[in-house]
Every structure is written in C-alpha cells, then in structure tokens.
C-alpha cells in the first residue's frame, strides 16, 4: 500500500487521495448508445444486449411465481435463516425513519404543512459479475416496502445458463419486490427508465453497478429518479496502537476482495504499525479464494497515512469521507462528534464492517468517491416525495400582503403583486365572491 507520512499538525489534503471515479468517458459513451438502443429497440434490443455482454439468449425477462417457490426449496435452511434474521433487523431499522405528514397553523390563521407520498414504482438494480448480493435486494427493497411502494421492480444480471441466484430470488420475496426480471448493464437501467415491452417504465432507479451501470444511471437521470451514482467500495480504518494488526488487516481485505479498483485507507500512528498491518494482510492473502482481487486493490487503491495524534487522524478520515469508517480505537464512541463525513461509522473492535454490509439494520449502500461530505446512505426517504401544504386565510393574507408585494415588485413581476392587491381589495370591500371568513 502506499504511504503518507504527515509532519506534526500537517493537514492532510485531498490531493494525497488518488480515486477512481464511477465511471470513465468510454463508459458514459457506451451507456449512452446503449440507452439511446434500449429506447428505441425495446425487447428486441434487450435480448440482442444482453446476448453480447451477458452471453445468455432470454426469451421471457420476466421471472415466474413458480421460479421463486422453487428458489424457496433449492436455498439452504443456514441461509435462508440468515436472510430472514436480516430482513428483520434492516426492517425494524428502517421503520424508524418513517416521516408522517404534517402541518400547523399560524395565529393569523394561515397552515402550512408538508404531505409525504410514496413513490409509485421503484426499481432496483442488483449486480451480478465477481459475486451475488442478495444483501443488496434487501437494502434496496426494504426501504422502499417500508416507505408504501407499491410496485417495487428488481432487475439483475442472468448467470451463464440463464438462471437467477435462489438466494436473490428469496431475498426479493422476503424485501417486497413485486416483479423480478433477468436483465442487467446499462440496459437494464434505460429499461426500467423508459420501459419496453416486457418491462414496464419506473420513477426511480436504485441500487450500486459497475460503470457501465453508474453511467446509465447519469444518462437517464432527469427522466427518472436515482439515488446516487456509486463508486467503487471504499474503506478506512482509524487504528490506535493497541488494535489487532491482524483484525485490522482482515477489515482492509474485506473491501478490497469486492473490486480491484475497491479503495482501502489505514490511519494510524507509526510506520511500525503499519509494517504489522501489511505482514497480517500477507499471512491473510494465503487462505482467501480472492487473493487476486484483493492484492491488486491493496496494492494499486491502497493507502496508509502515518499521523501524530487522533486530532490528525481524525482531520484526515474528515477529509477522506470514506464510504465505511471504522474506529479501531480506544472509547471510540468519544469521537463520533468530531466525525463530520463518512457513509456509515463502525465503532470500536467488535464491530467490523460485515455486519452493515449484512445485517446491523443501517442500509449498506452509502456514498462513495468522497460524497460522503454531502450525500447520505440510502433511506425510507428516497422513496418518498413531499408536497407543500398552504392555506392563507384573509387575516393572514392581510399579514403578509405587503412583503408579498414588495418583493413581487423589486422581481419586477407585476402578476405575482397583483393577485395579492386584487384579493386585498376584495377584503377591504368584504367581497362575498371570494370564498373564506374574513377572520
């Protein structure tokens, strides 16, 4: 991993991060004709896609009913178990950002207030590739059953012969998804954007992809919602002294087996720590199936930053905003106030990373790329939409009439003045023609 080593009260700075974006030009350009096919082509151009990248010829994008009573008997009992024991916890979790509508009123008589509506239709898109995520189904479905969806659409990448992971089937049964189809790429994103034949069109897109993915999701946004657009993974682990090299060293592995581009940042106090940290991740390497993946993200998106005090640790995950933040230190909880940007904050040794990714409850898809310093993990509030309540009576028109019309006639926009000097006349006359108690 590369090194940064601060001088005593040196700042870390943005430019000592090297990342990769969410996507590149290639990819956007890609995504854009592949959209722009989908658009016109419909079905026919899904399957034609979907033959050249997946390398699978789909006749019906649909799943059946009975595709998913039979991935209810094909999982085993120890996963479907750990499935159910997930949703529970993400449910419960999510349950609690529930927003209720509202509204007051003021003592001219004037209420305010805001109406939350949930979204009619949501899909969600679950990759495919290096590995299957059923975890991802059920951070995507859940907030969105939660918040009132009523039509919740999966789509997600077929497997070389075709079929679907049983284990995402059950999750979308378990998350609420109402339709699943064997679609992925960018295509699958202008499907549920703008609909084929097969598929019919979506308000929002969710969920985490490759490029090609993230780029789509950009060309369609505008005509359809989309919770963010995700970047490779990323984690970095604050350690002090006394944490386990070795737990430290596993946690790092655990972002870096996701992608070789996957970003992997370790703050601590001296070059000698960091020596254990690496030798741990070498004596790891040896037992993981994915030693490959792991080592070209360690070695090519890896960071080590050797700093002074917490104070400069602290400034510099600050500045990182990484998609996860471990705390391996003492009292860790002491120092969540002084975090100010990071996806998810895990705290203290007993809390890796694997348990937001599974089943903590917090949703696991976060901000990546540094957005963390203005963006939010995903939420029962993506899948809502709010509305403005207002409802003036007289009392309290003739309250605010005058700013009203100030403002309207420093805009110059004389209309916007005049619909208020008109209902102010009829007042002043006691109109009967305008509807409302004078007080």
Same mark, same amino acid.
């Given at each position: 991993?590369?090194?940064?080593?601060?001088?005593?009260?040196?700042?870390?700075?943005?430019?000592?991060?090297?990342?990769?974006?969410?996507?590149?030009?290639?990819?956007?350009?890609?995504?854009?004709?592949?959209?722009?096919?989908?658009?016109?082509?419909?079905?026919?151009?899904?399957?034609?896609?979907?033959?050249?990248?997946?390398?699978?010829?789909?006749?019906?994008?649909?799943?059946?009913?009975?595709?998913?009573?039979?991935?209810?008997?094909?999982?085993?009992?120890?996963?479907?178990?750990?499935?159910?024991?997930?949703?529970?916890?993400?449910?419960?979790?999510?349950?609690?950002?529930?927003?209720?509508?509202?509204?007051?009123?003021?003592?001219?008589?004037?209420?305010?207030?805001?109406?939350?509506?949930?979204?009619?239709?949501?899909?969600?898109?679950?990759?495919?590739?290096?590995?299957?995520?059923?975890?991802?189904?059920?951070?995507?479905?859940?907030?969105?059953?939660?918040?009132?969806?009523?039509?919740?659409?999966?789509?997600?990448?077929?497997?070389?012969?075709?079929?679907?992971?049983?284990?995402?089937?059950?999750?979308?049964?378990?998350?609420?998804?109402?339709?699943?189809?064997?679609?992925?790429?960018?295509?699958?994103?202008?499907?549920?954007?703008?609909?084929?034949?097969?598929?019919?069109?979506?308000?929002?897109?969710?969920?985490?992809?490759?490029?090609?993915?993230?780029?789509?999701?950009?060309?369609?946004?505008?005509?359809?919602?989309?919770?963010?657009?995700?970047?490779?993974?990323?984690?970095?682990?604050?350690?002090?002294?006394?944490?386990?090299?070795?737990?430290?060293?596993?946690?790092?592995?655990?972002?870096?087996?996701?992608?070789?581009?996957?970003?992997?940042?370790?703050?601590?106090?001296?070059?000698?720590?960091?020596?254990?940290?690496?030798?741990?991740?070498?004596?790891?390497?040896?037992?993981? +199936?994915?030693?490959?993946?792991?080592?070209?993200?360690?070695?090519?998106?890896?960071?080590?930053?050797?700093?002074?005090?917490?104070?400069?640790?602290?400034?510099?995950?600050?500045?990182?905003?990484?998609?996860?933040?471990?705390?391996?230190?003492?009292?860790?909880?002491?120092?969540?106030?002084?975090?100010?940007?990071?996806?998810?904050?895990?705290?203290?040794?007993?809390?890796?990373?694997?348990?937001?990714?599974?089943?903590?409850?917090?949703?696991?898809?976060?901000?990546?790329?540094?957005?963390?310093?203005?963006?939010? +993990?995903?939420?029962?509030?993506?899948?809502?939409?709010?509305?403005?309540?207002?409802?003036?009576?007289?009392?309290?028109?003739?309250?605010?009439?005058?700013?009203?019309?100030?403002?309207?006639?420093?805009?110059?926009?004389?209309?916007?003045?005049?619909?208020?000097?008109?209902?102010?006349?009829?007042?002043?006359?006691?109109?009967?023609?305008?509807?409302?108690?004078?007080?």
């Amino acid at each position: 991993m590369r090194r940064v080593e601060l001088k005593p009260n040196e700042p870390f700075r943005a430019s000592f991060i090297d990342r990769t974006g969410a996507f590149n030009a290639d990819a956007l350009v890609a995504a854009t004709e592949i959209v722009a096919a989908v658009r016109k082509g419909g079905d026919e151009a899904l399957r034609a896609l979907t033959e050249k990248y997946d390398g699978v010829t789909v006749e019906e994008f649909r799943v059946s009913e009975a595709a998913i009573e039979d991935a209810f008997a094909a999982i085993d009992e120890e996963t479907l178990s750990a499935l159910r024991h997930a949703t529970s916890q993400i449910r419960e979790f999510h349950e609690r950002q529930v927003q209720q509508s509202w509204m007051f009123a003021r003592e001219d008589g004037a209420i305010v207030g805001a109406k939350v509506t949930p979204l009619d239709s949501v899909g969600i898109y679950v990759p495919g590739g290096r590995a299957l995520y059923p975890s991802s189904v059920l951070m995507n479905a859940l907030p969105a059953s939660v918040a009132g969806v009523r039509r919740i659409v999966c789509v997600t990448p077929p497997t070389k012969d075709g079929s679907l992971d049983p284990a995402i089937l059950v999750a979308c049964k378990l998350g609420g998804v109402s339709e699943i189809y064997t679609v992925g790429g960018a295509q699958a994103i202008a499907a549920l954007a703008y609909g084929t034949e097969s598929i019919p069109a979506v308000d929002k897109i969710t969920g985490p992809g490759n490029a090609y993915v993230a780029a789509a999701k950009k060309v369609v946004s505008g005509d359809v919602g989309i919770d963010m657009i995700a970047g490779p993974s990323e984690v970095c682990v604050v350690a002090d002294a006394a944490a386990s090299p070795s737990l430290v060293a596993i946690d790092l592995m655990a972002q870096a087996e996701h992608d070789p581009l996957a970003a992997c940042y370790l703050i601590c106090e001296s070059a000698e720590y960091a020596d254990e940290v690496e030798a741990s991740i070498e004596e790891h390497l040896k037992h993981s +199936p994915r030693a490959e993946i792991t080592r070209t993200s360690l070695d090519e998106q890896g960071l080590i930053v050797i700093v002074h005090d917490m104070d400069q640790a602290l400034q510099a995950a600050n500045v990182i905003a990484p998609e996860h933040l471990e705390l391996h230190v003492a009292h860790a909880m002491e120092y969540v106030g002084a975090i100010r940007n990071a996806g998810a904050i895990f705290l203290g040794p007993w809390t890796p990373e694997a348990v937001g990714d599974y089943v903590a409850g917090p949703n696991h898809t976060l901000p990546t790329g540094g957005t963390a310093r203005f963006a939010s +993990p995903l939420s029962v509030d993506e899948f809502v939409k709010k509305s403005s309540i207002i409802q003036y009576s007289p009392r309290a028109l003739e309250h605010d009439a005058r700013a009203v019309m100030q403002i309207a006639l420093h805009e110059g926009l004389w209309a916007h003045a005049q619909s208020v000097a008109l209902r102010m006349h009829a007042i002043e006359a006691g109109d009967e023609g305008v509807r409302g108690e004078r007080r």
